[in-house]
Every structure is written in structure tokens, then in C-alpha cells.
T-cell receptor, first 117, second 109 residues
């Protein structure tokens, strides 16, 4: 079975540009997450979808970050406009919470390393 | 304050030594997961361990929900174990992970 896939693996953007990161969750999973990882802040949640519905949009990341789930097998994260402080690794994860227990093992993709100049 | 506290922050071992990594949670948790990450690499799930003890090869994870803690034991360490170990928890009504800051492990030959 294919795991979580993310594209591109690396992205370099100029300040002010719009970039779109892509994620395909594990087939059949109903929860999808976007996280950001930096050396200073560690791992932070950006967005969380359950069955394509946005459950959490990460509070502080609302203004320039927008995640969408176009269908159950594809999600995008748009950053508009980019700023140098957005340089980080963006990770997508998915899980199958079949019982609505609100906890299930999460599987992570390889991540997209974003550098904003 | 921080919901997930990991200790130690860093650890250096000689190959063959054992290690015990700790994770303490300030709130009640539904589940927790241990991950491994190489520099520049992705997160590899080691254990999904809501409670009790699980073993995989030289790794053992023990979670005690009532005491809000989890540990990861590495026996007979190898140089390939070097990297960062992260624990994460879910709590409340959503299945989102809150991560600790990680333990950076270096195993020397």
C-alpha cells in the first residue's frame, strides 16, 4: 500500500510569492493533518480535516495559510504571500479513525522543505 | 505551559549501551505515539501505544495513562539508532498530535 505522498519535496520561493503544497493521504484514511516543523518551534498543527471537513485551522496560521481538501484523496496547502519566516518543513499526515474515538495512529509523508528568500 | 515534556533533551551513548527516554504529559491523554527522525528526514512511527507495553526488536514502549507518562527503552544501542526521538499525544475531542521537543540521541562506535 502506498503511504502518504507529498509534492514537491523541495520548494524555493521569493518573498511575496504564492506556493501550493500537495498531499495524498493513505487510501481510505478519513483524517488528514498538515503540520509545520521548525528548529525553534518544533512541530505545530496547521490544519486538520475529518472526512474532508475542516476541524481546526491552526489559529495563528489563518491569515496567509489555507488548506483545502478537494476530495478524500487529495489536499493542498496554499501559502499566500510567502515570507522568509515561513521557511520550514511542511508535513502531511493521515489516519483512520474508524470508530470516531478521536485517536488513531498517524502516518506521515516525507515532507516538503520550503525555503523563502 | 508545555503539554508534552521530553527528557533528556540530548543523550550520547557508546554502542551497546541501553537508553531510556521519557515523556510526561500535563493533561489527560487519549493516546500517544513515538516517532524517529533522522536529520532532514521524515517522521517514522515507532509505536502507537495508547496504554501498556509494546515491543519491537530492541525497542520497548511503555505508557501509563493514569500517571500521564510514557517511556521508550532502547537496548543494545547501535550507531544507526542515532537521530531524534519524538513523542506526541492526543487529548480532548480531536485526533491531533501535540509533540514534545524531542530527544536527540547520538550513539558512538
Amino acid at each position: 500500500d502506498a503511504g502518504v505522498t507529498q509534492t514537491p519535496r523541495h520548494e524555493v520561493a521569493e518573498k511575496g510569492q504564492t506556493i501550493i503544497l500537495k498531499c495524498e493521504p493513505v487510501s481510505g484514511h478519513n483524517d488528514l493533518f498538515w503540520y509545520r516543523q521548525t528548529k525553534i518551534q518544533g512541530l505545530e498543527l496547521l490544519s486538520y480535516f475529518r472526512s474532508k471537513s475542516l476541524m481546526e485551522d491552526g489559529g495563528a496560521f489563518k491569515d496567509r495559510f489555507k488548506a483545502e481538501m478537494l476530495n478524500s484523496s487529495f489536499s493542498t496547502l496554499k501559502i499566500q504571500p510567502t515570507e522568509p519566516k515561513d521557511s520550514a518543513v511542511y508535513l502531511c499526515a493521515s489516519s483512520l479513525d474508524w470508530g470516531g474515538f478521536n485517536y488513531a495512529e498517524q502516518f506521515f509523508g516525507p515532507g516538503t522543505r520550503l525555503t523563502v528568500l | 505551559g508545555q503539554q508534552v515534556q521530553q527528557s533528556p533533551a540530548s543523550l550520547v551513548l557508546q554502542e551497546g549501551e541501553n537508553a531510556e527516554l521519557q515523556c510526561n504529559f500535563s493533561t489527560s491523554l487519549n493516546s500517544m505515539q513515538w516517532f524517529y527522525q533522522r536529520p532532514g528526514g521524515s517522521l517514522v512511527s515507532l509505536f502507537y501505544n495508547p496504554s501498556g507495553t509494546k515491543q519491537s526488536g530492541r525497542l520497548t514502549s511503555t505508557t501509563v495513562i493514569k500517571e500521564r507518562r510514557s517511556s521508550l527503552h532502547i537496548s543494545s544501542s547501535q550507531t544507526t539508532d542515532s537521530g531524534t526521538y519524538l513523542c506526541a499525544m492526543t487529548s480532548g475531542s480531536f485526533n491531533k498530535l501535540t509533540f514534545g521537543a524531542g530527544t536527540r540521541l547520538a550513539v558512538c562506535p
